[in-house]
């Protein structure tokens, strides 16, 4: 099983909303991330989990928080976007040795009103 | 700052012609590097490399790692429209960051 799964698969929300996005491997993964992709672009990574603890945030505005509550759930919550942060959601795991390889899961597109 | 960078950025060509696509890389503690094909969602994992010189081979896909020219190229012999798809390569360093190069764009035309 390779399977990464997100929930929803697409989202609409206003600026002022809360919303969370939800991600889940059974892999036995300890490292998970967050990655935003715009068209026609790759993927940006955001945030990476490693055995449940946050281990690299690149600088994301915090209107993005990320949560981890065990070893195979990964959240985003998300408040007070801004219509620039539709996109393509993409969450992934990988085995926390040596640059193993990371599943995608097949991401939240999400648009900003 | 690191870097990875694929070449061509988009790529259109006849059903059977083979391709070759390209990713070059400047990162400090680089541990391997992937090949992922994306049509429409997640990408797909291709290929993992971790050691130059040596080619991974799937059906009509191939890539090889050159850790000195810190280079690597996929392959795709007769190529079919189902090909086509960006394909992106990632870099990943210690610490498990994976780091996306700005994709290749690859149509094939019947």
């Known amino acids: 099983d390779t399977e990464v799964t997100q929930t929803p698969k697409h989202l609409v929300m206003g600026m002022t909303n809360k919303k969370s996005l939800k991600c889940e491997q059974h892999m036995g993964h300890r490292a998970m991330y967050w990655y935003k992709q715009k068209a026609k672009k790759p993927p940006e990574l955001m945030f990476v989990y490693s055995y449940e603890k946050l281990s690299i945030n690149e600088s994301v505005p915090s209107r993005f928080s990320p949560e981890c509550p065990n070893s195979s759930l990964l959240n985003l919550h998300l408040h007070a976007l801004q219509p620039e942060d539709s996109a393509l959601y993409l969450c992934a795991s990988s085995q926390e040795v040596r640059g193993g390889v990371a599943f995608f899961g097949q991401g939240t597109r999400l648009t900003v009103v | 700052e690191d870097k990875v960078v694929q070449s061509p950025l988009s790529l259109v060509v006849h059903e059977g012609d083979t391709v070759t696509l390209n990713c070059s890389y400047e990162?400090?503690?680089?541990?391997?590097l992937l090949w992922y094909k994306q049509e429409k969602k997640a990408p797909t994992f291709l290929f993992m490399l971790?050691?130059?010189?040596i080619e991974k081979k799937s059906g009509r896909l191939s890539s090889i790692l050159d850790k000195k020219e810190l280079s690597s190229i996929l392959n795709i012999t007769a190529t079919q429209t189902g090909d086509s798809a960006i394909y992106l390569c990632?870099?990943?360093?210690?610490?498990?960051?994976?780091?996306f190069g700005t994709g290749t764009s690859l149509t094939v035309i019947p």
């Open positions: 971790t050691s130059s010189g």
């Open positions: 990162v400090t503690n680089f541990r391997s």
């Open positions: 990632a870099v990943v360093k210690t610490g498990n960051q994976f780091y």
